[in-house]
């Protein structure tokens, strides 16, 4: 699949998240950071996104093939509304390492339209996610080697915290995204969209 001298693209398949949603999210964030923002690396609030495919680094003649098969899978479902709901983290409490939100709303659909991205991306010679879909919402990332007294706190934090309310929001498109690394974090790059239901 990859062609010897190739440039690579890490990439992933994502929904956006809506305005009123990432503010929502940038205020719990604000809220956290001031007790335990100094063991955390948290994603900038542009870059909050619900991933339906991480495809991390893949051929750039693979991200176009990619984007031609994302219409097809997208106009087969409807658009659909999902909210932010509630807080937590993976693996849990006791050893945090991913500070997340939830989703709540047409989660069976959601889930749905994850499986039939997988799928099509399978086809195209690229490995089918091994663990079941959990969507959410990634907030920030524990930074390695912090005390397991901080790593408790952090989970006790999150546990208590209480997310203020947002606003459902219609899932209408499905995007390809391109990450670039840098000092500061990812910073992330529309590729190109796929309107759900057509369009």
Request: hydrophobic fraction near 45%; glycine fraction near 10%.
């Amino acid at each position: 699949m990859t062609t010897r001298g190739e440039k690579q693209v890490r990439s992933f398949i994502a929904i956006p998240v809506p305005s009123v949603g990432i503010e929502a999210l940038a205020e719990v964030v604000k809220r956290f950071d001031s007790e335990i923002g100094g063991y955390v690396r948290w994603v900038r609030p542009e870059g909050i996104h619900l991933t339906l495919k991480f495809m991390g680094d893949i051929p750039a003649s693979t991200v176009n093939r990619v984007l031609a098969a994302l219409p097809p899978v997208a106009a087969g479902f409807s658009p659909f509304e999902v909210s932010i709901s509630g807080l937590g983290v993976f693996p849990n409490p006791r050893r945090p390492r991913v500070l997340w939100a939830g989703l709540d709303g047409e989660l069976e659909t959601l889930s749905a339209l994850q499986r039939a991205v997988d799928d099509a991306v399978s086809e195209l010679g690229l490995p089918k996610e091994q663990r079941p879909f959990s969507p959410h919402l990634t907030l920030g990332r524990v930074r390695r080697d912090v005390p397991d007294g901080q790593l408790r706190k952090i989970g006790q934090v999150m546990a208590a915290a209480v997310l203020p309310a947002a606003p459902s929001w219609s899932a209408d498109k499905v995007n390809l995204m391109r990450t670039e690394l840098g000092p500061a974090g990812s910073t992330h790059f529309l590729v190109g969209s796929a309107p759900i239901g057509g369009g």
